[in-house]
């Protein structure tokens, strides 16, 4: 029994620190006003949103056949 004491202040930071997380994470820190929040996401709904750049082409689908090949390169005019 004595070998697990050193277990004990491993065990009280983590308690500790639990405790201290749960404390922060408690309801009625850092509320919202609801009528402000709902007014916004509103105006955000409202806004066009246009795409700022060209979306990505799709890359080539690879069939694979089970066989573990290198894919070929063409080569140019030679």
């Known amino acids: 029994m004595e070998i ?7 065990a009280v930071v983590t308690a500790v ?4 997380v749960a404390w922060l994470g408690r309801d009625g ?6 009528d402000a929040a ?4 509103a ?8 795409a700022r750049h060209r979306p990505r082409p799709t890359a080539p689908v ?3 056949t089970g066989i ?6 063409s080569r140019g005019p030679a």
Request: hydrophobic share 45%.
């Open 38 to 41: 709902v007014e916004k996401l």
């Open 68 to 73: 573990a090949v290198r894919p070929s390169r």
């Open 4 to 10: 697990l004491l050193w277990l004990v202040p491993t």
């Open 29 to 34: 820190r850092g509320e919202v006003d609801r």
């Open 62 to 64: 690879d069939r694979s």
């Open 43 to 50: 105006a955000a709904m409202q806004r066009d949103h246009t």
């Open 17 to 20: 620190a639990m405790l201290w």
